[in-house]
């Protein structure tokens, strides 16, 4: 049975590992090598794999290290040259199946945070990176605000018991801002009451339930009139489209958090 647990790394950061068969790991956005490495030796497991989501060096700093030790694993990423260490790029569709899994994933390309960002859906589980938060969303750096806009549609169109596994920590700054955009919200309230408390345990808030952030996280929430209102009123002026209002929370976002 797969299982699947985080390594934090940095400040804020998950680098996710995934177990299914005795003595083999895959990895996912390791920006660091060295709590990979520490947590392979003392589990004693050979990395067969990783599973990178975008070029940022926070989710592939470690791989020249990870490979220096385990040079016969394989790095899957998307295409992408400023991906140096990338063994087996990957686009929309491809299918991967890491060697040590029984489970394939499958690609989807998801830019907007970056122009080459790309998600791995499997085992009831997305592992998005940067593009979609538990509450919120990455920022756009060579992507696309309507990029974007249009990765974070496909997500929510996929069933809502899928896991969304993250790679950051930022939970409740995010649900802080989808306070400002739905005030009073039972169901943002209720999420903000139980994520503080795991957080006071010293638990990550991630993964988390696709139907929770649609219940909850703003940028998939573009089409709630609450939200639009929210969101015009953000931007002074009347926002004829999802892809206006994705806009509008965005750069509302980057503004109140500078």
């Keep these: 049975m797969l299982d699947i647990r985080p390594i934090p790394a940095f400040?804020?950061?998950?680098?996710?590992?995934?177990?299914?068969?005795?003595g083999t790991a895959v990895v996912v956005d390791p920006g660091d090598a060295d709590p990979v490495l520490e947590l392979l030796r003392a589990e004693d497991r050979v990395l067969t794999a990783v599973?990178?989501?975008?070029?940022?060096?926070?989710?592939i700093g470690g791989l020249s290290g990870l490979r220096s030790v385990f040079p016969d694993a394989r790095i899957y990423g998307p295409v992408d040259r400023r991906i140096r260490d990338l063994t087996d790029p990957l686009g929309e569709r491809s299918v991967v199946r890491p060697q040590?899994?029984?489970?394939?994933?499958?690609?989807?390309?998801?830019?907007?945070?970056?122009s080459t960002?790309?998600?791995?859906?499997?085992?009831?589980?997305?592992?998005?990176?940067?593009?979609?938060?538990?509450?919120?969303?990455?920022?756009?750096?060579?992507?696309?605000?309507?990029?974007?806009?249009?990765?974070?549609?496909?997500?929510a169109a996929l069933p809502p018991e899928t896991l969304v596994y993250c790679a950051h920590e930022y939970t409740l700054a995010n649900l802080g801002?989808?306070?400002?955009?739905?005030?009073?919200?039972?169901?943002?309230?209720?999420?903000?009451d139980a994520?503080?408390?795991?957080?006071?345990?010293?638990?990550?808030?991630?993964?988390?339930?696709?139907?929770?952030?649609?219940?909850?996280?703003?940028?998939?929430?573009?089409?709630?009139?609450?939200?639009?209102?929210?969101?015009?009123?953000?931007?002074?002026?009347?926002?004829?489209?999802?892809?206006?209002?994705?806009?509008?929370?965005r750069q509302w976002k980057d503004e109140a958090y500078d």
Aim: aromatic residues 8%.
């Design 117 to 155: 960002h790309i998600a791995y859906l499997g085992a009831g589980s997305l592992f998005c990176g940067d593009t979609l938060f538990a509450g919120g969303c990455g920022r756009v750096f060579d992507g696309t605000f309507e990029q974007l806009s249009d990765s974070l549609d496909r997500i």
């Design 177 to 192: 801002f989808a306070d400002w955009v739905e005030p009073g919200s039972p169901s943002l309230s209720a999420r903000m």
């Design 11 to 22: 400040e804020d950061n998950y680098i996710w590992l995934l177990t299914e068969s005795p």
């Design 51 to 59: 599973l990178v989501t975008h070029h940022h060096g926070d989710h």
């Design 195 to 249: 994520d503080r408390r795991r957080r006071a345990m010293d638990l990550p808030t991630v993964p988390s339930r696709l139907e929770l952030e649609l219940a909850t996280n703003p940028f998939l929430r573009t089409r709630i009139p609450e939200v639009v209102r929210a969101a015009e009123r953000a931007a002074a002026r009347p926002l004829g489209s999802a892809r206006e209002v994705f806009k509008a929370l």
């Design 100 to 114: 040590g899994l029984s489970v394939g994933f499958r690609i989807m390309e998801v830019p907007g945070h970056t």
